[in-house]
């Protein structure tokens, strides 16, 4: 699920930033699911209606123009509380933290998260809204990890009326209402649905909060707004100021959003009424993820969206804000490199805290404080989007067939993995030089040379995985031919790029046979050898000794303006390309996807590379003009990969269950009828 952090209020630290000697208010809002073209001062369709958040960023706040987040919500969240990258935390497979309840993985307890960092510095502490990052037991619930209060939901989703949650064959609410070490069921905003819709719910309560605030104690306030995760619901009032969305899913997001611009500003205007409050806050306008096209999400003209790592999924509506902000950056663009781990080292600095000892790895996140309020350059070098391997300890266990067949249109693409067009997917082969008449280059097996070396030899590369072989060798010219084999071999589509090796069973550079490239090969499942022409062989040997180099399945990278992405960064084929809203059938026959331009190329088994300055919506790969970034930037990336940390060894799951769904937790849920911590304390 896609979550927005809509308004980070935070107080600045230091002479430029407030004259004040008491540390800044830091408050944060995420809005679930919100997508680039999903607010009103982007969305070109004229569908969505946020007129007081317009008039916000307009006349108070910065645009962060440049801000990346992960594919789907809980990854980014735990960004949000750790400062680390999802891959340092084993959150960069497809599990996205099963929402379903009864999952017994959560994040890693050796990690301070962020109000547990600021309540050192004498911050009060408040959390409301979607958690998401782990409830099986109590060490995992909000206010045992630094917040002094709790009112929300523990998994990915609910209904936002009445606060259920479906999972393990039986339906309970979810809905905590937690302070200090009491974690307690909400049971006053259960069954009277008119009255507790979640915007309303938990912009309610931060006002009363706010209310009661001694505003001589620094504030951090992490608001996690339900909206606009589906299902698309909203009071008949903004359903009807969106009526003329024919579309009942679109209206009802576009309902969704028109709540948060009461609410959402209804809490500004709360923090403003708290006399000099609002001087000594900054605040943060954020996403979680890009918009869901499986609920009615849109971000066009951005390519993909939710559960892509096209710009689409991961590029982020965000803005900053407040009191701190200086007026001449108001109503402005910072277009500085931003990633959502930043916030946790922006904070600890503004702060006077230190994110040092607060994890197992260092945080990775840059404070960016000071370059936004000058509009200077950011001091982050890249943005790392996606690190993951094709390790077996990266394994997890998919939601039940039960849940899928009950789970809403936003949650059940977690149900199916992503759909490479161009399989196998795994592992994904390594580009770089290529030179056939480099002995060094050529794989030698027992006592003697694959393949000798002679006036017309190539490069090829091996690589098998579990039901293919795949070879890559030059064709005429400067293209490579890529030829799969299952069962068969067959000639498949031009690439441009070699692949070099980096040992057996991994990727294997190999002299090239004479003769047709596209003719006489064949294949000997007993010795896994591949024979050429009645001449030579190439041979895919299991090695002995240590286990084989773990490959890169999935790698995206920012630097500059380049964006290198190696392996499919999809879901399915129908969310690769350029989406329109529904209702805009002028221009998409009612929302129909739209598939533009240059989207045959999938990025495997060459990687794509994109200009995101000049092409922000990814239309042309100029990874062929461009072989000299393409080999710098593949290069990083299997450097990042070696830092990779995987499920197993995060201990995100740490009981023996791993990821499979433990049916105590609907026991626990049955007796009370909400969704609650169903285990006793785990070592830390």
């Not at 997001?253 to 609410?263: E, F, P, R």
């Not at 770089?432 to 190539?458: E, H, K, M, R, Y």
Request: with cysteine.
């Amino acid at each position: 699920m896609l979550l927005a952090t809509l308004l980070v209020v935070v107080g600045v630290v230091g002479a430029t930033a407030s004259s004040s000697s008491q540390p800044p208010n830091i408050i944060m809002m995420v809005v679930d699911d919100l997508g680039w073209n999903d607010v009103g001062w982007r969305d070109g369709f004229k569908q969505i209606k946020t007129p007081k958040l317009d008039k916000m960023v307009a006349e108070e706040s910065m645009i962060l123009s440049n801000y990346y987040v992960y594919r789907f919500c809980s990854p980014t969240r735990s960004t949000f509380m750790t400062g680390r990258y999802p891959w340092h935390i084993g959150q960069q497979t497809q599990m996205n933290l099963n929402p379903t309840p009864g999952i017994a993985c959560g994040i890693n307890l050796k990690y301070d998260f962020l109000p547990k960092m600021l309540k050192q510095k004498g911050y009060a502490t408040w959390a409301l809204g979607k958690w998401h990052l782990g409830f099986l037991t109590d060490q995992y619930t909000p206010t045992y990890r630094g917040f002094d209060s709790y009112l929300g939901y523990y998994s990915g989703a609910e209904e936002h009326f009445t606060h259920e949650k479906s999972g393990l064959g039986m339906t309970a609410y979810d809905l905590a209402n937690n302070s200090g070490t009491s974690i307690n069921s909400c049971l006053w905003a259960v069954g009277n649905a008119s009255s507790f819709y979640s915007s309303y719910l938990y912009g309610n309560e931060t006002l009363r909060m706010l209310d009661a605030h001694d505003e001589t104690i620094p504030l951090f306030v992490y608001l996690a707004w339900n909206n606009v995760h589906s299902p698309c619901e909203a009071p008949d009032n903004y359903l009807e100021v969106n009526s003329e969305i024919k579309d009942k899913s679109r209206q009802g997001l576009a309902g969704m959003m028109s709540a948060i611009d009461d609410q959402l500003t209804a809490v500004v205007d709360g923090i403003k009424a708290k006399g000099s409050m609002w001087d000594n806050t900054f605040l943060v306008f954020t996403t979680d993820n890009g918009g869901n096209l499986g609920g009615s999400g849109c971000n066009y003209p951005l390519r993909g969206g939710k559960y892509t790592f096209w710009q689409g999924g991961v590029r982020g509506q965000a803005f900053v804000s407040g009191g701190l902000l200086p007026p001449a950056m108001r109503g402005s663009q910072w277009h500085g490199a931003a990633h959502a781990a930043d916030w946790y080292t922006t904070f600890a600095a503004m702060a006077g805290a230190t994110v040092a000892n607060t994890g197992p790895l260092a945080a990775d996140g840059v404070a960016l404080y000071d370059a936004i309020i000058t509009n200077a350059s950011s001091p982050r070098a890249e943005v790392v989007i996606q690190i993951m391997s094709n390790s077996s300890d990266n394994k997890f266990e998919a939601p039940s067939p039960e849940w899928c067949t009950s789970a809403t249109s936003g949650d059940v693409a977690l149900c199916e993995p992503p759909q490479n067009p161009t399989p196998p997917r795994r592992p994904y082969p390594v580009l770089g030089a290529c030179n056939a008449s480099d002995p060094a280059q050529l794989f030698t097996v027992q006592d003697g040379l694959i393949c000798q070396a002679n006036d017309n030899t190539a490069c090829f590369n091996v690589q098998k995985s579990e039901d293919h072989i795949i070879l890559y060798a030059p064709s005429k010219g400067n293209q490579n031919s890529e030829f799969s084999m299952t069962g068969g071999l067959v000639q498949g589509a031009l690439r441009k790029n070699c692949v070099l090796a980096e040992g057996p069973a991994s990727q294997l550079l190999f002299g090239a046979c004479t003769g047709p490239e596209a003719v006489g090969w064949s294949y000997n499942s007993a010795n896994q050898s591949i024979q050429h022409g009645g001449q030579c062989v190439v041979a895919v040997p299991v090695p002995s000794g240590p286990p084989s180099p773990v490959g890169l399945e999935l790698g995206v990278l920012i630097q500059g303006k380049y964006k290198l992405i190696m392996g499919y960064p999809g879901w399915k084929a129908g969310w690769d390309g350029w989406i329109l809203p529904s209702n805009v059938s002028a221009r998409s026959g009612d929302g129909k996807y739209q598939q533009a331009g240059n989207n045959t190329n999938f990025c495997e088994p060459a990687p794509c590379l994109f200009d995101i300055f000049a092409d922000p919506t990814e239309h042309t790969d100029i990874a062929a003009l461009h072989p000299d970034v393409v080999s710098t930037m593949s290069a990083r990336i299997l450097e990042l990969l070696k830092s990779e940390v995987t499920v197993k060894e995060s201990n995100l799951c740490p009981t023996p269950l791993g990821s499979k769904s433990d049916e105590r937790s609907a026991a626990s849920a049955k007796a009370l009828g909400f969704w609650v911590p169903w285990l006793p304390p785990i070592a830390e």
